[in-house]
């Protein structure tokens, strides 16, 4: 199982930025995929799940900004922020998990700044 997460980059206060996450190879019934975040001298971070049964849930910070979804045909989740703020900063990783095993993406860095 391979997670490439792409679509980081610098956006202003206010912005909006849409993340991807292609999710790859054989793997069991999904249980749930969603996104953490990592900000420097920060622990890693719930941001927003997204179940099988496309239940979402996101950490208070992000409620009403943040919008997961996923595309089960093209094998691609997103993360749609906006109203971004500086505390949005951080490298964001994809997971997936199935089959009892947790899978990571690799991060991408999201810097939120004017």
């Known amino acids: 199982v391979q997670l490439q997460a792409s679509g980081g980059g610098v956006v202003q206060p206010g912005g909006s930025l849409r993340l991807s996450c292609a999710f790859s190879?054989?793997?069991?019934?999904?249980?749930?995929m969603g996104w953490y975040r990592q900000a420097p001298g920060n622990q890693r971070e719930l941001v927003a799940t997204i179940t099988n049964g496309e239940r979402t849930n996101y950490a208070d910070s992000v409620k009403g900004r943040f919008a997961i979804s996923r595309d089960n045909a093209k094998r691609i989740m997103y993360l749609q922020m906006k109203e971004s703020k500086t505390e949005d900063t951080g490298i964001y990783y994809c997971?997936?998990?199935?089959?009892?095993?947790?899978?990571w993406g690799q991060g991408t860095q999201v810097t939120v700044s004017s």
């Open positions: 997971y997936m998990q199935s089959g009892g095993s947790d899978y």
């Open positions: 190879g054989m793997f069991f019934r999904v249980n749930s």
